[in-house]
C-alpha cells in the first residue's frame, strides 16, 4: 500500500508526514506526531473525544483521513496553552473542577474553545447545544457549562 506525503500546520507549526489511504488524522496526531491529548474513544464520532479544529472547524479527528489534511490548518489540545500560561478555559475548568478522569477535557476544551471564537458571548442553551456532540460520564456537565460561560464573560473583558 502506497503512502501520501501531507504537508500541514499543527498548533502553528509545519508538519510532515506519511500516511496510508485509511489512517485518520487521529491516527497521525497520536502515533506519528506524538499529540496524544485528543482521545480515541468510540471511532464513529459519536464521543468527541478526539475533537480537534480543521481549517475553523470543529472536527471529530477519527472521521477525518488523514490525507485530507493536505495544506490544512489543525488545532489540537496541545496548543490551548502558550508555554506554560493556560488557556482561559483550562483555568476555568480547573477552577470549576469541570473533570475528573480526563478521557473527555480535551475534545471538550476544544470544542468550547470554537465555540467562543465563534460567538463570544454564548447563552447557557447554546453552550449545551454546541457541547452536545461531546461525552463525558463523570461529571454531568453543569461545572463544564458553568466553566465555559464564566471564560466568555472573563474573555470578552479582557
Known amino acids: 500500500m502506497s503512502k501520501r506525503h501531507v ?9 510532515e508526514f506519511l500516511c496510508t489511504p485509511e489512517q485518520t488524522l487521529l491516527d497521525v496526531l497520536r502515533d506519528d506526531l506524538d499529540l496524544t491529548g485528543s482521545k480515541e474513544c468510540c471511532s464513529s464520532g459519536d464521543c468527541g473525544a478526539c475533537s480537534v479544529i480543521l481549517d475553523g472547524r ?3 479527528s477519527c472521521l477525518v ?3 485530507e489534511a493536505e495544506g490544512k490548518r489543525i488545532e489540537t489540545i496541545e496548543g490551548m496553552a502558550k508555554g506554560e500560561e493556560l488557556h482561559p478555559l483550562q483555568r476555568r475548568f480547573l477552577e470549576h473542577a469541570a473533570l475528573q478522569c480526563g478521557i473527555c477535557t ?6 468550547a474553545k470554537a465555540l467562543l471564537e465563534r460567538e463570544p458571548d454564548p447563552s447557557e442553551t447554546e453552550v449545551r447545544f454546541w457541547l452536545a456532540g461531546n461525552l463525558c460520564r463523570c461529571t454531568g456537565y453543569d461545572k463544564i457549562v458553568r466553566a465555559v ?3 466568555a464573560a ?3 473583558r479582557s
Open 58 to 60: 470543529l472536527v471529530c
Open 65 to 67: 483521513l488523514s490525507a
Open 149 to 151: 460561560l464564566d471564560t
Open 154 to 156: 472573563e474573555m470578552r
Open 7 to 15: 504537508s500541514a500546520v499543527v498548533n502553528g507549526d509545519p508538519v
Open 106 to 111: 480535551p475534545g471538550i476544551l476544544i470544542a
